[in-house]
């Protein structure tokens, strides 16, 4: 009689596969740990992140809790008012305890930069979390402006509207729940109830679902919302990656949009290369 070995021993094969390779990714973040963590993305929390990644396409949130426990950390310890020590102690919680997909403190100083000089009074931002740039922004924007922030889930826009209250920046900051991909309803909300129209946005923060930046720009520019030297940044670029946004501008510069492209690292870490775009509206096509 004939065994069909072969159908039998791959499952097998493959347990015994993942098992060893859970042993050793294990093994390798207990030693990283040991060493004081030279290595900053071999981290339980940075792989609990990136398992729980179709979740957080889906909810915008890891899955494990750390949003709120990073909510719970910032009522309980910073001082209310604090705006520098609550934007240092989210680098710290995602430094330390849980990795927080946030622009971060490299990054985030580009993003500084592009506002101090834009001096932009109208702000959009697309993609909250848990409102660390936003409070970035709030630190450096001029005197009477605001940030519009859209977030498509309202977990989070809950987490970060908390967070701001206690740095003391909730009145600059108007939290937006949705999308602007969302058939209209968003833009419309935009438009009605906080009186976005022809020209009045300054200052746009691209930091959502990667596939939406462009689809997202194309919408803001249709609905006439900038103006000549309105300024777009925009964060991952290359990591997770925007290449259909990248190739647009490329196409577009000189022309519609003159762009300045930003080398940097993923946040909280300096061996994984990304990309900051921003991009400055001309207005008009050139020859
Ligand atoms: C990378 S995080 C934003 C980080 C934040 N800008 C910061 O630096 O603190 C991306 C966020 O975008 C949200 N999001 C995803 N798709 C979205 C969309 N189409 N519109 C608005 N928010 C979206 C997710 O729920 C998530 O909270």
């Known amino acids: 009689m004939r065994r069909t070995v072969g159908s039998s021993a791959a499952p097998e094969r493959a347990a015994v596969l993942a098992v060893l390779v859970a042993a050793f990714v294990g093994g390798a973040v207990v030693a990283n740990r040991l060493a004081g963590k030279p290595v900053p993305f071999l981290r339980w929390s940075v792989l609990r992140f990136l398992l729980g990644s179709r979740r957080l ?61 834009a001096r932009p009074l109208r702000l959009l931002e697309l993609g909250t979390y848990c409102g660390y740039s936003a409070l ?27 967070i701001w209250e206690i740095a003391g920046v909730s009145d600059r900051i108007t ?63 290359l990591t997770p990656g925007a290449p259909d946004y990248l190739a647009y501008l490329r196409g577009e510069e000189g022309r519609r949009w003159r762009t300045v492209p930003h080398r940097t690292h993923v946040e909280y870490q300096k061996v994984l290369p990304d990309l900051v775009l921003e991009s400055t509206l001309l207005g008009v096509a050139q020859p």
Do not use: C
Request: zero cysteines; charged letters at 30%; hydrophobic letters at 45%.
């Open 136 to 162: 970035r922004a709030a630190r450096v924007m001029p005197p009477g402006a605001r940030l519009y922030s859209v977030e498509s889930s309202a977990a989070n826009a809950d987490v970060a509207q908390r």
């Open 175 to 237: 939290s937006v729940v949705g999308s602007l991909g969302d058939g209209g309803a968003t833009m419309d909300r935009l438009a009605a109830e906080y009186g976005f129209s022809s020209g009045s946005v300054d200052f746009v923060f691209l930091d959502h679902a990667k596939e939406a930046y462009l689809p997202d720009l194309l919408r803001i520019e249709d609905a006439g919302w900038l103006h000549p030297g309105s300024v777009v940044v925009a964060d991952n670029v």
């Open 57 to 117: 396409v889906r909810e915008g949130r890891v899955g494990d809790g750390r949003e709120e426990a990073l909510a719970r950390r910032v009522v309980e310890v910073a001082r209310p008012g604090d705006l520098d020590g609550v934007i240092e102690l989210i680098d710290d919680f995602a430094r330390r305890t849980s990795f927080l997909m946030n622009v971060g403190d490299e990054k985030g100083l580009l993003l500084d930069d592009a506002i101090v000089r």
